[in-house]
């Protein structure tokens, strides 16, 4: 793949949404609310761009959760996404984000990849495919410092 889609409302060094705007995506709110681990997965076969299946990120979130450890897994792929599109840690740091608001935190990294022109429902191979037929070769994000 030569690029991935940015949406032009996702400007480097912004969140598109509020860690608080859950019913911003009510479909999605409900899925999370009553299984966490779905979202999760198809966040992390995005992130990871594939490498990583929605299938195995969820279980291993289900088996983490658990044992109430869930946050220390899932903040590391909030780090990642804020990382590739350039997010500050807002409102706090991601560990202190997943553990105090896990479901918002994972409603919140859905619509930030739904809103920079990634379905997560679809799965990266599904996106890859939609990027190839409809010819889209957009650049990488712009790294931080590189903006006006």
């Known amino acids: 793949m030569t690029g991935t889609p940015v949406a032009d409302s996702g400007a480097p060094g912004q969140w598109t949404t509020g860690l ?3 019913c911003d995506d009510r479909s999605n709110c ?3 609310c009553w299984c966490p681990c779905v979202t999760f997965g198809q966040n992390v076969e995005i992130i990871d761009k594939g490498t990583t299946s929605c299938a195995h990120a ?16 899932t903040c590391t792929y909030r780090t990642k996404l804020r ?3 350039s997010l500050p840690e807002d409102p ?6 997943h553990f105090c608001c896990l479901p918002c935190a994972v409603c919140q990294e859905y619509r930030e ?3 920079r022109g990634f379905d997560p429902s679809q799965g ?4 890859a495919q939609k990027w190839s037929q409809d010819g889209v ?12």
Do not use: S
């Open 20 to 22: 608080c705007g859950c």
């Open 30 to 32: 409900c899925v999370t």
């Open 83 to 85: 990382a590739y599109f």
């Open 58 to 73: 969820g279980v291993i979130y289900y088996c983490l959760a658990h044992v109430c450890c869930a946050c220390v897994y």
């Open 92 to 97: 706090c740091g991601d560990c202190l984000v």
């Open 137 to 148: 070769t957009v650049p990488p994000p712009i790294a931080p410092g590189m903006t006006r």
């Open 124 to 127: 990266w191979m599904a996106n």
């Open 113 to 115: 990849l739904k809103n």
